[in-house]
């Protein structure tokens, strides 16, 4: 038995659990599901110990296992935070910074914004990471995050830029083919982009008292900025960030009020890396171009 297996080992083997599945934690730790089913057994071998039960669903983790689990849990958290102290007591305005944000924001706000940082930041590299999941902060997955809810953590240092209004919104194209709804009856008559598997929309729509079903959205994905394409390919009427709507040609919000809750919009990060000096001038300069865009200003920050 090697007693002392390696810590990539017991990385991968906590992503697993943590997870549920092979393919999710190497999601997660940008690795192959075949690598990462080479450290499982490496760190079986090396301990001498089975830890999965295998099957054609995939990896279960035994009882050994889940005993150890909470312990390197712990091993890992504690890594995390030294990682962070570290990160924190840097003093360089160079190095990289690591930001997330939803899929809509990376792709279709923060280019603009993040052209004007590297302008203004030319030696600090730029992580960015599209995802629609809560990258952990705690766990130094992430330096900087977008989110679209209040980080409660008293660890994280969290700023409330603003919020931005949901509105219907179809393409000139699509309103010159089937007409302009003037009325709430009328817009479920006309075709909708959705959701697949999410039924919140839905939802909504009945609470304003409208029986409306998976039929009323004949175009339908749970991927956010393909749905975004679709509505600017004059597929239907979609819902979408006021402010992107105004900026894109050919796209025209319908004046029609829905009482769509807005998109609220933070911006977080670890309280000991805002003592970073390249953290903290990434954190601000991604603020003021945030607080420009909800604001409907221009997005790049200026130079100065």
Same mark, same amino acid.
């Given at each position: 038995?090697?007693?002392?297996?390696?810590?990539?080992?017991?990385?991968?083997?906590?992503?697993?659990?943590?997870?549920?599945?092979?393919?999710?934690?190497?999601?997660?730790?940008?690795?192959?599901?075949?690598?990462?089913?080479?450290?499982?057994?490496?760190?079986?071998?090396? =301990?001498?110990?089975?830890?999965?039960?295998?099957?054609?669903?995939?990896?279960?983790?035994?009882?050994?296992?889940?005993?150890?689990?909470?312990?390197?849990?712990?091993?890992?958290?504690?890594? @995390?935070?030294?990682?962070?102290?570290?990160?924190?007591?840097?003093?360089?305005?160079?190095?990289?910074?690591?930001?997330?944000?939803?899929?809509?924001?990376?792709?279709?706000?923060?280019?603009?914004?993040?052209?004007?940082?590297?302008? =203004?930041?030319?030696?600090?590299?730029?992580?960015?990471?599209?995802?629609?999941?809560?990258?952990? =902060? =705690?766990?130094?997955?992430?330096?900087?995050?977008?989110?679209?809810?209040?980080?409660?953590?008293?660890?994280?240092?969290?700023?409330?830029?603003?919020?931005?209004?949901?509105?219907?919104?179809?393409?000139?194209?699509?309103?010159?083919? #089937?007409?302009?709804?003037?009325?709430?009856?009328?817009?479920?008559?006309?075709?909708?982009?959705?959701?697949?598997?999410?039924?919140?929309?839905?939802?909504?729509?009945?609470?304003?008292?409208?029986?409306?079903?998976?039929?009323?959205?004949?175009?339908?994905?749970?991927?956010?900025?393909?749905?975004?394409?679709?509505?600017?390919?004059?597929?239907?009427?979609?819902?979408?960030?006021?402010?992107?709507?105004?900026?894109?040609?050919?796209?025209?919000?319908?004046?029609?009020?829905? @009482?769509?809750?807005?998109?609220?919009?933070?911006?977080?990060?670890? #309280?000991?890396?805002?003592?970073?000096?390249?953290?903290?001038?990434?954190?601000?300069?991604?603020?003021?171009?945030?607080?420009?865009?909800?604001?409907?200003?221009?997005?790049?920050?200026?130079?100065?």
């Amino acid at each position: 038995m090697n007693s002392n297996p390696d810590w990539t080992l017991w990385r991968s083997f906590a992503a697993v659990i943590a997870e549920g599945s092979l393919s999710a934690a190497a999601r997660q730790l940008g690795l192959s599901q075949p690598t990462l089913g080479r450290h499982i057994e490496a760190l079986e071998a090396a =301990l001498d110990l089975p830890l999965f039960e295998r099957s054609l669903t995939g990896l279960k983790p035994n009882a050994t296992a889940l005993k150890l689990y909470g312990s390197v849990d712990r091993a890992r958290s504690a890594l @995390a935070e030294a990682a962070i102290l570290a990160a924190g007591a840097q003093n360089e305005t160079s190095g990289t910074v690591r930001l997330t944000a939803s899929t809509m924001i990376s792709n279709y706000v923060l280019p603009d914004i993040l052209a004007g940082i590297r302008r =203004l930041h030319p030696n600090i590299a730029i992580e960015s990471v599209p995802t629609d999941s809560a990258e952990n =902060l =705690l766990m130094r997955e992430a330096d900087i995050a977008v989110r679209m809810f209040r980080p409660t953590q008293l660890e994280l240092v969290t700023r409330h830029l603003g919020d931005i209004p949901l509105v219907p919104v179809a393409h000139e194209s699509y309103l010159a083919r #089937r007409g302009t709804p003037s009325t709430l009856n009328q817009l479920w008559e006309h075709d909708l982009l959705g959701f697949d598997r999410s039924d919140a929309v839905i939802r909504h729509a009945r609470s304003l008292g409208f029986e409306v079903t998976r039929d009323n959205f004949p175009v339908r994905s749970d991927d956010q900025p393909h749905l975004w394409e679709l509505l600017r390919a004059g597929l239907g009427i979609g819902f979408a960030q006021l402010n992107l709507a105004r900026l894109t040609p050919g796209l025209v919000v319908l004046p029609l009020d829905l @009482a769509i809750p807005p998109l609220t919009i933070w911006l977080t990060t670890h #309280r000991e890396l805002f003592t970073s000096h390249r953290i903290r001038a990434i954190y601000e300069a991604v603020a003021e171009g945030l607080t420009a865009y909800i604001k409907g200003d221009p997005i790049s920050p200026p130079l100065r």
